[in-house]
């Protein structure tokens, strides 16, 4: 018998029963508290480079107000749904109607909302919601201030019954591909300010 006879003899002699079902018993909750969780979280996206801030619900206006004028922003974005209580004064306000990508990188910033923040990776979740917009709102700025409720959203019934883009950011755009040295600002904002905001139940 030849190799490749012996080959094929043991190919038509496998089993080629139904294979047993694989057990997917995922850890689907953690262990932490949700304080350990806010903690953790800002912890983890302030190693990403990013500045983080925790404010009381009524203190987001006032707040990307500062940030933006600690920056020198005077004209920034924000998508069409954004609450008006989150809309900061002292600067101009262009709300995203399509605006280009040219017109996007000339701005001073953006401020959008976030659906959901991931407390492990430090991530940040934007699915394209009224207060969140397009994917180019929050990529074309050289600086992104985002609003992260501490309440996490569950994020499956958003891509399987909504068909909602999801965006995960974890800190500012960087690289580090070339020479393994860190260069930010690569594919997005070079700057991003995340607002953790505190539930207004606690």
Avoid at 30 to 43: D, K, M, N, P, Q
Avoid at 158 to 171: D, I, Q
Wanted: with cysteine.
């Amino acid at each position: 018998m030849s190799a490749r006879d012996e080959i094929l003899q043991r190919i038509r002699g496998v089993d080629r029963g139904t294979p047993e079902p694989v057990r997917r018993a995922y850890r689907r909750d953690g262990s932490l508290s949700s304080v350990e969780r806010t903690a953790r979280f800002c912890e983890r996206v302030a190693d990403y480079h990013a500045e983080v801030r925790r404010i009381a619900v009524d203190a987001i206006a006032a707040e990307a107000a500062a940030v933006f004028a600690e920056r020198g922003a005077r004209r920034i974005a924000v998508p069409r749904g954004l609450p008006a209580a989150w809309r900061p004064a002292g600067v101009e306000i262009i709300e995203d109607h399509g605006l280009s990508s040219r017109y996007l990188d000339r701005l001073g910033g953006v401020l959008t909302g976030s659906t959901a923040a991931i407390a492990e990776t430090g991530t940040i979740v934007l699915s394209g919601r009224p207060a969140e917009g397009r994917r180019a709102l929050s990529l074309v700025p050289d600086l992104h201030l985002c609003v992260v409720p501490e309440a996490m959203a569950v994020l499956a019934p958003l891509v399987t019954r909504e068909r909602c883009p999801l965006t995960f950011v974890s800190g500012p755009s960087a690289t580090s591909d070339i020479e393994l040295s860190r260069v930010e600002g690569v594919h997005g904002p070079r700057d991003l300010v995340v607002l953790v905001v505190r539930d207004s139940t606690r």
